[in-house]
């Protein structure tokens, strides 16, 4: 079985920097992307970004510029960095592994991002 | 980026009866389609991945189809717990993934 925890600030400022952990127990770290997703307050989900074991990464367009994923498989994490933070980024934020079958097979506890002045 | 449309955005049906979503690609996704469920408070739970394949654990009355551009999931017998908001997610060829607005269920 597989569990992944999370953990990060809950309350930002704007132009603050959204940091948050994953860890990731049970089967194999390594030969999956572990990934980031957001959820606005009562809204859809979008996909941040991923990361394999090796640090290979991918990020979505519209984040780019703002978000760094890196990863410390021997302590099986990974961590997602959003840089200059304004209210849109109010969200819940999860980790999840996106396995073989292509889709996001297990995910975090979710943590509460709010930003606000 | 490919965009998912799901309809209808919300609905509600009694206990035992057949619920139908549908989810729209805005490009032939071939059956790179999932499903999640997620109720409130929650994070989402694999349904079905690759367009009709039942995810471990999942009850039988979920199920999964299409190809291309149009997908559906269908719940054959609404249970009271299948109360939720559901979503799909294309992850065709390379990133960004991108998910539907999503459909809620509510019980009558």
């Known amino acids: 079985q597989v569990e992944l925890q999370q953990w990060g600030a809950g309350l930002l400022k704007p132009s603050e920097t959204l940091s948050l952990t994953c860890v990731v127990y049970?089967?194999?770290?390594?030969?999956?992307?572990w990934t980031w997703i957001r959820q606005p307050p009562g809204k859809g989900l979008e996909w941040i970004g991923e990361?394999?074991?090796?640090?290979?990464?991918t990020y979505n367009p519209s984040l780019k510029s703002r978000v760094t994923i890196l990863v410390e498989a021997s302590k099986r994490q990974f961590s997602l960095k959003l840089t200059s933070v304004t209210a849109a980024d109010t969200a819940i934020y999860y980790c999840?592994?996106?396995?073989?079958?292509?889709?996001?097979?297990?995910w975090g506890q979710g943590t509460l991002v709010t930003v606000s002045a | 980026d490919i965009q998912m449309t799901q309809s209808p955005s919300s609905l509600s049906a009694s206990v035992g009866d057949r619920v139908t979503i549908t989810c729209r690609a805005s490009?032939?996704?071939?059956?790179?389609l999932n499903w999640y469920q997620q109720k409130p408070g929650k994070a989402p739970k694999l349904l079905i991945y690759?367009?009709?394949n039942l995810q471990r654990g999942v009850p039988s009355r979920f199920s999964g189809s299409g190809s291309g551009t149009d997908f559906t999931l269908t719940i054959s017998s609404l249970q009271t717990e299948d109360s939720a908001t559901y979503f799909c997610?294309?992850?065709?060829?390379?990133?960004?993934?991108?998910f539907g607005q999503g459909t809620k269920v509510d019980l009558k």
């Open positions: 999840a592994r996106y396995d073989g079958s292509n889709s996001f097979d297990y």
């Open positions: 049970g089967e194999s770290f390594g030969g999956y992307y």
């Open positions: 990361i394999n074991d090796r640090g290979s990464t």
């Open positions: 490009q032939s996704i071939s059956t790179y």
């Open positions: 690759a367009a009709s």
């Open positions: 997610q294309q992850s065709h060829s390379s990133p960004p993934y991108t």
